[in-house]
């Protein structure tokens, strides 16, 4: 990173940097919002109630060991940790979700709110963490396509084609609901699982709607000043800048019906299909443990598809 870059970046985070701090609220509970991409539009969420008080914090993947220091500071004064679940020494840092709740002043809570995903209209979209490098993303695109993924393992040049039941569709979509009803058991916390039941239309499988992200800010809102109400903003998608095409056999299983999502889109220009293919399938062959590594995170995914014939 440049020092214009950092210096920029400590601008954007301004409050949590202590380069341009901005007013407080004394009367409201300080909230101290942590997680990845979905993290600060739930932030912004909760503050439209206007009943709580937050200010910007860099995602935790980012994070560094100057930044983890500047936490220590802003979490002694919290009355609301608000975090998704963060595995123990992250990235070897310690910002394990117990750690930072140690960190917490006497009275002060924890509300945890799960990692949202859902693959039902996307269902062959997945995510896939390199056991050499877990920040590595294929190109063009930082998401993998299942179709393309097999289609690496054996050695072809374009994707595999399929064409499940609506049956196996709408089990994969079941499947989805699933794995969110899980982690948020096993974690505690608040649940949303329902809201994927309606089969909503997201940008990505991990970059929901302003709605579903006022849903998820709206529970956690309740849990922590009941009564109170979120706001979306109505001029812009939070996380809308890149967006992915819609499965037109997915959306008729679930019986949604979903109109101008047929490309890959970024900032609202379409992004060419082969030149995506082409890529990923070279970008497959220089890191073959990735590969098998989706492979066997998504075995369920990949035979209810059809994708291991």
């Known amino acids: 990173m440049t020092f214009a870059q950092d210096l920029a970046r400590r601008r954007h985070y301004g409050d949590f940097y202590r380069v341009s701090p901005t007013p407080r609220f004394p009367d409201r509970p300080f909230l101290t919002v942590l997680g ?4 600060e539009s739930l932030r912004i969420l909760l503050d439209s109630s206007g009943l709580v008080d937050s200010f910007r914090i860099p995602p935790v993947h980012e994070f560094t060991a100057e930044d983890v220091d500047l936490l220590r500071g802003i979490l002694a004064r919290t009355d609301v940790l608000v975090t998704q679940p963060i595995r123990e020494d992250y990235r070897d840092l310690p910002l394990g979700t117990a ?28 995510i896939v963490r390199d056991p050499a490098d ?3 993303n294929p190109p063009v695109v930082p998401y993998h396509d299942l179709r393309i993924l097999v ?5 072809l ?7 499940p039941s609506e049956e196996s569709l709408r089990a994969v979509a079941e499947l989805s609901v699933d794995q969110l009803r899980t982690r948020e058991r096993h974690h505690g916390t608040v ?3 329902d809201l994927l039941k309606t089969a909503p239309a997201w940008h990505t499988i991990n970059h929901p709607a302003n709605s579903t992200l006022a849903a998820l800010a709206q529970r956690v809102l309740d849990e922590i000043v009941p009564g109170g109400t979120v706001t979306a903003p109505t001029d812009r998608e939070m996380l809308g800048g890149l967006s992915a095409p819609v499965d037109p ?3 008729r299983a679930l019986g949604v019906d979903v109109k101008g999502r ?3 889109r970024t900032g609202g220009a379409p992004i060419d299909p082969d030149l995506l293919v082409s890529r990923q399938l070279a970008f497959y062959r220089r890191h073959p443990r990735l590969v098998e590594a989706g492979l066997q995170r998504h075995a369920e995914r990949i035979a209810l598809l059809g994708l291991d014939r």
Do not use: F, I, K
């Not at 040049?157 to 064409?163: F, V």
């Open 157 to 163: 040049d374009r994707p595999l084609e399929a064409c």
């Open 36 to 39: 990845n991409c979905q993290a």
């Open 262 to 264: 047929e490309h890959w």
């Open 249 to 251: 056999p997915a959306a």
């Open 151 to 155: 289609a690496a393992s054996r050695g």
């Open 99 to 126: 750690q930072l709740s140690e960190l917490l002043p006497a009275g002060a809570v924890t509300v945890s709110y799960p990692v949202l995903r859902w693959d039902g209209l996307m269902p062959y979209h997945a």
């Open 134 to 136: 877990p920040s590595r």
């Open 191 to 193: 649940v949303v699982s």
